[in-house]
């Protein structure tokens, strides 16, 4: 698992200084760009990816002390989806007002880090469905390894938007 997560966040780290570069090269096209994005949108995503990351740390604690965990662990993922829908609608958005990714530099690269960021949570959630049908009150050692390894997962998916909040919302 910790060689798929430092690989994911290697290739990602690759694209942050795509990002760099691009911005550099074009700092007024990014600027302008960056104004139209829902920056309610992307906080509220952001929001939800953190507190899916709690319920995910409070649904691994209580798989570890055997007390269940499962109702955690549907929440991160009732969460996850909110964030899925959110992106969907903010793709649909940006396409509504004509700015897709052959618009411009800016664009290109959020959809592309963004989408690559969203096929990431749809991989997540399946994680978290095999995590939440793992925890029972009597675990075994290799289901909460399982249990785990998704917990990571999960938890690199939310670093890697914190990221790319910070990149394309805040940045300027």
């Known amino acids: 698992m910790w060689i798929l997560v430092m690989g994911d966040m290697f290739v990602f780290a690759l694209l942050f200084g795509t990002v760099a570069y691009y911005r550099m090269d074009g700092p007024e096209v990014f600027h302008a760009s960056q104004a139209s994005l829902n920056q309610a949108l992307g906080l509220t995503n952001t929001f939800a990816l953190l507190t899916s990351s709690l319920c995910v740390v409070l649904g691994l604690n209580a798989a570890r002390e055997r007390r269940g965990g499962r109702g955690w662990i549907t929440l991160a993922m009732a969460l996850g989806a909110m ?60 289901n909460l390894r399982l249990v785990e390894c998704c917990a990571i997962f999960w938890h690199m998916v939310d670093v890697l938007w914190v990221i790319l909040f910070a990149i394309f919302y805040l940045h300027r």
């Open 83 to 142: 964030f899925v829908g959110f992106k969907l609608l903010e793709y649909a958005q940006k396409g509504g007002e004509g700015l897709l990714p052959d618009t411009n530099m800016f664009f290109m690269l959020y959809f592309v880090l963004t989408g690559m960021h969203l096929g990431h949570v749809l991989l997540g959630l399946l994680a978290l469905f095999f995590m939440r049908r793992a925890i029972d009150p009597d675990i075994s050692p290799e």
